[in-house]
């Protein structure tokens, strides 16, 4: 069986400081399996150094698709490199809730994170009303499609399902619901060495149901991924 992914993606839940203790802690705990953590692009300096001789790997949660240039308040992938990044997270629904992201700039920013080397972890996911009418699958080829156009390199890709209405909201999806989007995305759009994880109130209760389906190579956890006794659970318990 294929290793599980857990990735963590801190949001903007920590300070730097926190961020350091929790890096640390998850560090001591963590044996031998795939992590990523994605702390705020302010805490990815003094972090990395954390995780830099271990085998958990770091993320950002954003960036931008140009090279350098005037884009006040935005870092571009040469600088998650440098801060030893391996991943991005990339078109996050916060992200395109909030900060009006739309997934042709996402195609923009894969397709340079791709040239970089970083591996892009591409969340899609349908909202409540698209569910409710039965529109979630079509929904989400939608994203994909606009998401991966024109991408033809074969580097691994990370695609996580995250059904907006289940983020942060204590509902997630039945892990075989999950599952069969999952072996969807799969089978329509992604290449045997890429991963399909699924994202959206996942707890130390609930993470194992998602992990023993077939379809789902893992996790991405937001509120769970913050607190150190659940998340030890998680990671020590797949
Ligand atoms: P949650 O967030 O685990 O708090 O639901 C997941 C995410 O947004 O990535």
Redesign the pocket.
Known sequence: MRRKLIVA?WKMYLSTTKSILLAKKIRDVEKNNDVVIAPSFTALYPVGPVVAQTEIGLSAQNMHYKDYGAYTGELCVSDLVELGCKYVILG?SERREYFKETYDNVNKKIKQALKYGLTPILCVGENLRERRSGNASKAIEEQLKTALKDITKKEELIVAY?PIW???TGHPEDSKDADGIHEMIKRKFLNSNDKVIY????NSENYKDFLKEKNTDGL?????SVKIEDFSKIIKGF
């Open positions: 993606n996050h995250e289940a983020i942060g994202g959206g109130s996942v991405l956890i937001g509120g769970a």
